[in-house]
């Protein structure tokens, strides 16, 4: 292969060695390349995702397409810090799922093949997958989170499908993916605060992969994605979830105090989110 064509790639085939934790088989995984102009970082949007411009030599990427490991047969899929982490799997019940796991990923993403590089709609259904596997993890791996996280992302990779595919409803299933990443979202906060599963020890909290908003992040996310997608028809109901939206908001993002470890979009946002809240609570919305 001549020297101009390697430097035209996008991705490699990393040389570590992976082996699935449910039905054995070893592979390895693509990885995106680094370094020369192939990411040019765009906009941070108000759900925390980093956009990126297409370059002239490489054009699009979406690095969320290559971030969950996926096992090429039967489809189980983690983050990778969680993929070998087989004392906290239930393998059995993950190979049972493994020909419905298939089949209900092959319906909402056609023509998916982790056997050959990944396209945006392998992307889209990794990140499907993952939220769906963690299913099969125990507490112990604070599971709930990271399918919030996997939910989120799969709807902003869902998003880039409908630029492309508008006529395919990838706008509608990217809707009901947030709506899932609201609930997981809120349910992982229960559950902490319950003591069920941990979330302030985890080092990594996302939500994309460019930048670690780590616990207020996550929190931030949780009041977004409550002020969005929870209850909208039923005014109590509403007023009840938005309050408890606000709350998180001032008491953990330090709204009118000094917050010199915090990036300034990101209390950017925050502000304007707790801004928004106030004037739909105060009635100017």
């Known amino acids: 292969m001549a020297a101009d064509d390697n430097d035209l790639k996008v991705t490699f085939q990393s040389k570590k060695r992976f082996e699935c934790p449910?039905?054995?088989?070893?592979f390895t995984r693509e990885e995106l390349r680094s370094g020369g102009g192939r990411l040019i970082a765009g906009k941070l949007t108000e759900e925390?995702?980093?956009l990126y411009e297409p370059s002239v030599k490489y054009g699009e990427i979406f690095p969320l397409v290559y971030q969950p490991v996926v096992c090429p047969e039967c489809w189980f899929s983690s983050m990778e810090s969680d993929f070998s982490a087989k004392h906290?799997?239930?393998?059995?019940?993950?190979?049972?799922?493994?020909?419905?796991?298939?089949?209900?990923?092959?319906?909402?993403?056609?023509?998916?093949?982790?056997?050959?590089?990944?396209?945006?709609?392998?992307?889209?259904?990794?990140?499907?997958l993952a939220l769906r596997c963690y299913d099969?993890?125990?507490?112990?791996?604070?599971?709930?989170?990271?399918?919030?996280i996997s939910s989120l992302r799969c709807a902003w990779l869902l998003d880039e499908l409908n630029k492309k595919y508008s006529e395919q409803?990838?706008?509608?299933?990217?809707?009901?993916?947030?709506?899932?990443?609201?609930?997981?979202?809120?349910?992982?906060?229960?559950?902490?605060q319950s003591g069920k599963e941990s979330l302030s020890s985890l080092k990594v909290l996302g939500p994309d992969t460019d930048k670690n908003y780590s616990y207020e992040g996550m929190l931030y996310i949780c009041a977004l994605?409550?002020?969005?997608?929870?209850?909208?028809?039923?005014?109590?109901?509403?007023?009840?979830?938005?309050?408890?939206?606000?709350?998180?908001?001032?008491?953990l993002f330090g709204m009118g105090k000094s917050s010199k470890d915090k990036p300034g979009a990101f209390l950017e946002l925050a502000r304007k989110l707790y801004d928004t809240l106030?004037?739909?609570?105060?009635?100017?919305?």
């Open 48 to 50: 925390l995702h980093r």
């Open 169 to 192: 409803h990838y706008d509608w299933l990217a809707l009901l993916f947030r709506k899932k990443a609201q609930y997981l979202y809120g349910e992982a906060l229960i559950r902490e």
């Open 88 to 128: 906290f799997i239930d393998t059995s019940s993950a190979k049972n799922d493994t020909t419905k796991r298939l089949d209900d990923t092959r319906l909402i993403f056609p023509n998916t093949d982790f056997h050959q590089s990944r396209t945006l709609m392998d992307g889209a259904a990794s990140q499907y």
């Open 225 to 251: 994605l409550r002020y969005k997608y929870g209850p909208a028809h039923d005014f109590e109901e509403r007023k009840v979830s938005l309050e408890e939206a606000r709350r998180t908001i001032s008491k």
């Open 136 to 148: 099969f993890y125990t507490k112990k791996a604070s599971p709930t989170i990271k399918q919030g």
């Open 278 to 285: 106030n004037r739909e609570l105060s009635g100017e919305t």
């Open 22 to 26: 449910v039905c054995d088989t070893e």
